[in-house]
């Protein structure tokens, strides 16, 4: 059975993803403004998948520049039902050595200046974050990575920092006394705005580094960071590839419904030019 639409979002180090065949690039109109980039169109083997380079290509936009809601929105638009997130983190964890690829099922927010709803302006709607990563998507992915002979650290939660500049020593030493495991930039938005639009989202996370907390290991150095990164990127599509194979049409988790009972705003009072904007998202219960 062929797969819904499979989008991925490419951070550092991951701009195209190779073997994409009837490629082409589109541009798509959201309420929010412009994505990162033009997304990219095309069918990986046979699945059809749309690819968007997070940062833009050339790596143009800081994290807190990123457009996460256009970006989302876009993927929607596109038909999209599952996003596979690539991203870049540092490793908070003695046993996540640079290299490993980590597959986090949950986070914590310490980001500050970014918009992280769909909702708003006259419609109020709350979804479930206790789990934030789809979990169907997630053992996918694992098991992939782990076919692909990669080094991989099932669970553990990502911690979403603002940005751009790396920890301090003590930030990095509070994150370790809070369980966190890794520490990123950019993943948190596109999680809390998947589940709005209710898309499946899995994150693909490659530790380059061990955060500024392991002093003997050298404190972050952007150098040193995209050497390793570079070697896991190739990793990384392969993971993508085969878990992409994998999926099917059908989704059985609770990803596809979690707007069912969120939508708290009496219908008759939510504006006209609200509804519009938003009914790719909202459309079926409404």
């Not at 457009?67 to 038909?79: D, E, P, W």
């Not at 950019?186 to 392991?214: G, H, M, P, V």
């Amino acid at each position: 059975m062929a797969t819904a639409i499979v989008g991925v979002i490419g951070g550092s180090g991951l701009y195209q993803m190779p073997g994409l065949g009837r490629v082409r690039e589109t541009e798509v109109k959201t309420p929010f403004g412009k994505p990162s980039d033009k997304l990219i169109r095309g069918q990986l083997d046979d699945v059809d998948l749309v690819f968007l380079a997070r940062h833009g290509r050339g790596h143009r936009w800081l994290p807190t520049e990123v457009n996460f809601r256009a970006n989302i929105f876009a993927m929607k638009k596109l038909g999209v039902a599952r996003i596979i997130s690539v991203s870049a983190v540092g490793s908070l964890r003695a046993e996540i050595s640079p290299g490993t690829l980590v597959i986090p099922d949950q986070f914590i927010d310490r980001t500050s200046q970014r918009p992280s709803t769909f909702f708003g302006k006259g419609l109020v709607a709350h979804v479930s974050m206790a789990d934030p990563f789809c979990p169907d998507l997630s053992r996918i992915l694992a098991d992939a990575a782990a076919a692909e002979g990669a080094l991989v650290h099932k669970g553990g939660t990502y911690l979403c920092m603002e940005g751009p500049q790396f920890s301090t020593r003590a930030e990095s030493h509070l994150y370790r006394s809070w369980e966190a495991h890794v520490i990123g930039m950019t993943n948190l938005q596109e999680a809390k705005l998947a589940r709005e639009a209710e898309i499946c989202f899995s994150t693909l996370a490659l530790a380059t580094d061990y955060d500024c907390w392991n002093e003997p290991a050298g404190d972050v150095e952007i150098e040193r960071v995209l050497a390793v990164l570079k070697q896991n990127v190739e990793l990384a599509q392969k993971t993508i590839r085969r878990a992409v194979a994998s999926l099917t049409q059908e989704r059985v988790c609770g990803c596809a419904s979690a707007l069912k009972d969120a939508i708290i705003t009496q219908p008759a009072l939510i504006p006209k030019k609200v509804r519009a904007a938003l009914r790719p998202i909202i459309g079926k219960y409404l």
